[in-house]
Structure formats: C-alpha cells, structure tokens
C-alpha cells in the first residue's frame, strides 16, 4: 500500500525565500530512498542524516521504496535546511504524524543524527515569506528569534524531531518564538561631540546625512577623516522597521549573527582596501551578498580609496545608481538591494602631504596626477560631495570636545530636512530623477550664470551638475527654504574639491 505526503518549505534564492513542496511517496519495491528536484550535495546526504533521526526518535523508518521530490524541480536546492521537512514528509507518508496537521504549516531545520535540530541561514527572509503566504513557521531554536523579528510573523521553536512531532499530533504544543526587545540603552555608536574642530567637515557630513549623499574626503594621515565618517550612521534618520527587517535579512543570508536588540541601527561596513571585487559586490558558487549588500541602508566607508584595484571600485558604479547588485552565474542568479551611502577617504598625494603648511611634501605634479587618476572619472562623477580637510592645529587639539554638538542635535535637523524631502518627492535628495530634479530645483538667472561658469571652468560633467543641484537642494532644505538661492549653489559648488584639485594640477602640468 502506497503514501503520500505533502509538506511545505523553503529554498534560498538570494534575498528572497522562494515556496518549495516536498512530496514524499512511499511505494513497493525494495528499500531505498531516492531525493529528486535539482539537489545540491548537502541535500542528497541528508538521506543518511534523516534514517538515523528519525531511529533515534524511536520512530519506525519506513522498509519501503521512498521517493522525495523538491519541487519546483529547476530550483537549486542547497544546504541541510530540508531535512526537517524531508523527515516529516516520510513520518506523515507512513501514517506516524498526521498529515492534515502539515497543511498550514512551513518547516525548515537541519537534523543531528540524534534527531537535534541544527539553525539554518535565511531563517528571517523564509518567516517573511511563510507570512505572505498565511502559513505559520517551524524552526530549530537557533534559527527562531531571528524569525521572530518580523512581528507579524507565526514562528514556533523547536530542539528535537520529537518535539516538532509531538506539536503536530497535538500532544505538546510547541513555544510561539520571541524576538529579544530592542535594548534603547545599549550607545548608537561614535558621537560628533567627540570631534574637536573641524566645522566644514561636520556641516559636510550633516548635509551628506540629510540628503543621503556620497561623499569623499581627502586629507593628510591623521586628520580625521575616519572618524568623521565612524560618525555619520549616528546622525542618519531611524530606519524604519522595513529598511531594517531588509537589511537584518542581507545579514542573515550571509550568514552573520544578527544582535538581539540592536538589529534596528544602520549597518556601518569598512571593508580592508586589499577586498576583490566578489568580496564587494558578492558572488561564489552559491551567490552570497558582498559588503556593498551588507551596507544596505546604513554606510560603506573605503578608506586609502587610492589604494584600491580599479576592478574592486569599478564594481561600485552600477549599485550607486540603482541600489541593487546583481550576481549571475551559470547555475544561477542572485539579486540583492545595495542602497547605501558610500564615505570615501583618501590622500591628496601619494607621501600624503600635499598642501599642508609644513611643506613636507616633495611630490610632483605628475606623481599627484597619476596618484589621483586611479580613480576614474565615472566613479568620481557618482560621489556629490567632495572635501579637503585640514590637519587639526594643536590649538583645536587642545579644544574641550564636549563643546561640540552631539549627534542627536545634528540629527534633529537631519531629520527635519529630511522629512521636507520625503513630503516634496517621497525620496531623499539623492536619489531624485532628472524630472523631479527639474521641478524641484529651479535656479535664478544669477544661479544659473554661475553654475555655468563654474561648469566651464572646472569641466564638470552633466551628471556632476545634477549632483550639484542635488546637493544645492539640500543645503536649501537644511536651512528650510523653498527654493535654492546663489548662496545655496555657491555652496554646493564648492564641495567639489577634487575636481577643482585636478584641474589646478593639469594647469601646472601644461604650464
């Protein structure tokens, strides 16, 4: 006599966490288990995992001919998160768990040969998913506060087979699971009181935070640049529980242990300048997400930016436009969201020291030139806000940091221009089109003179000149005006200053 059973779960497509059934057919012939639907070496093994589970459960496991099919069968199947399913599936087929119990219900777990089950990655994409699809969630204890983020999920937690059993025959319900609460004493991070001088640098990082700009910082070796950009998550709006579930999800397909009660603050990512570009924008066999995906939502900061290969940077120019990565591979393809801000940091020659009072640098124009051509226009052309900062006197050194606004007074007005936005475009400044941008930034006839004289003088491109009107808009908005004045313009023009830097190099070059 033969059986069948149907048991719901989930795969791993990326961020996305597409629906898999896991048929179960019990039939004549002699004993064998056979897994079909496309799957990968760690799910033909769990064969032998499920045969001792299950005996070690003191259940019977099935003399029969059994069959498993993972459907869809042109799906990758990967990894030892079918295991759970696969061993309930053969428990219903064979009349030891009821099948009707399984009909609502998604599973994902990897077994132990004692029938302990072991934590998946991507269990919180795969809670968001079962809840769209109205069903609830079975997950090893491992794997089930992390499901348990997404608040309207339905996640229940289980450490043995026999507990997932016993739930299923109504003998012992199981945990509903909780999410560990947000710990709101737990320090945001690095705080701009900290910061001593430096006032174009903040109202730079302010404006960058605001209109959720790029921005690169060129300086010599110990001026601050790093710990200016350590700062610019903490004055950064709140993200929302959706931008945060996004990001928390990207963390949990990586495999990196999401924080109880700190999953709600913006990623800050600083990868080593020696990363490939599979390291920046992710990929392997099996598509994992790069660090540009990890920065989703929060901050991407490449310090030494001249010392990265051009592949690893030009792998950036694409996500800086669409915020999405897209990793292809001949198996497969993988999508994941890269919506971040990316901080540059860099030297303005290669001895580091071109420009500062001491006059220690001995660099030529054509070392600087070349030093400075590593990055390629394209890549500059993406960033909005470019700035020199100073090497602190020992004055400022010397200045009481506590004098200095805290992050939360610059977030405040951070917030409110941003909310200005949001009204006006329903995005950030940064991320307005070429229609929007023409109606929300009208300039004067003043403005536009300049703007064009400016664009002359320093060869900027037609994608620098709407990144400066970009940049103008916010400026515009911090101060709560309306509409973009010259002095606006005038400002925004000027944090610029790796355009007018290479222009002023190529001058003494051909003079």
């Known amino acids: 006599m033969s059986g069948l ?3 719901h779960s989930r795969a791993r497509a990326g961020i996305h966490a597409p629906a898999v059934r896991v048929e179960v057919h019990l039939g004549g ?20 995992r499920v045969r001792a589970a299950i005996q070690c459960s003191q259940f019977e496991f099935p ?18 998160r079918f295991d759970l399913p696969i061993a309930l599936g053969i428990l ?64 229940y937690s289980a450490r043995t087979l026999l507990d997932v059993c016993a739930h299923l025959q109504g003998v012992r319900p199981l945990p509903r699971a909780v999410a560990a609460p947000i710990d709101h004493t737990v320090a945001e991070g690095p705080d701009m009181a900290d910061v001593r001088g430096q006032p174009q640098a903040r109202r730079v990082l302010e404006i960058a935070a605001a209109g959720g700009h790029h921005l690169l910082l060129i300086g ?123 901080v540059a940091a860099m030297n303005p020659c290669p001895c580091g020291w071109a420009g500062d009072p001491s006059g220690r640098c001995r660099c030529t124009a054509d070392q600087i030139a070349r030093y400075l051509g590593r990055i390629s226009g394209p890549l500059l052309d993406r960033i909005d806000l470019h700035l020199s900062v100073p090497r602190l006197s020992p004055r400022d050194l010397r200045q009481n940091g506590a004098c200095s606004e805290s992050s939360a007074q610059v977030r405040a007005r951070v917030e409110a221009a941003r909310n200005r936005q949001l009204a006006r475009a329903e995005v950030c400044n940064a991320r307005l089109d ?18 064009d004289r400016a664009m002359d003088r320093l060869h900027f491109s037609a994608r620098a000149r709407s990144r ?16 973009i004045t010259t002095p606006h313009l005038a400002e925004a023009i000027g944090y610029r200053s790796l355009d007018r830097l290479q222009t002023g190099i190529a001058a003494r070059a051909t003079g």
Do not use: Y
């Not at 969630?137 to 491992?142: E, K, M, N, T, V």
């Open 468 to 483: 400066i009107l970009r940049v103008a808009r916010t400026i515009a908005d911090l101060a709560g005006s309306t509409s």
């Open 5 to 7: 059973a149907l048991v």
């Open 29 to 48: 012939g002699l004993p064998s288990l056979s897994i079909v639907g496309l799957p990968e070496a760690a799910v033909r093994e769990s064969k032998d």
């Open 220 to 342: 010599s070796p110990g001026c601050g640049k790093t710990m200016l950009a350590s700062r610019l998550p903490g004055i950064l709006p709140p993200a929302s529980e959706a931008e945060a579930l996004e990001s928390a999800a990207i963390a949990s397909i990586a495999g990196h242990p999401i924080l109880p009660g700190r999953w709600r603050q913006r990623p800050f990512r600083a990868p080593h300048h020696s990363a490939s570009p599979v390291a920046l924008a992710g990929g392997g066999g099996e598509p994992r997400p790069g660090e540009i995906s990890l920065a989703h939502t929060g901050v991407l900061f490449l310090d030494e930016l001249a010392e990265w290969s051009r592949p690893s940077l030009e792998v950036l120019r694409q996500p800086l436009e669409s915020g999405r990565v897209t990793i292809s591979r001949a198996a497969r393809q993988a999508d994941f969201p890269a919506r971040f801000q990316l």
């Open 92 to 155: 219903a087929a064979s009349g030891q768990v009821p099948v009707d119990a399984l009909a609502e219900v998604e599973c994902l777990g990897e077994l132990a040969l004692t029938g302990e089950l072991r934590g998946i990655e991507g269990a919180l994409p795969a809670a968001l998913a079962a809840t769209d699809a109205g069903r609830s969630l079975l997950l090893p204890i491992a794997s089930a506060a992390e499901a348990a983020l997404a608040e309207a999920a339905d996640v």
């Open 434 to 451: 070429e229609h929007t941008l023409e109606r929300d930034c009208p300039l004067s006839p003043d403005a536009e003179t300049l703007l």
């Open 63 to 80: 003399a029969r001919r059994i069959t498993v099919n993972l459907a869809p069968a042109d799906l990758p199947k990967d990894g030892g």
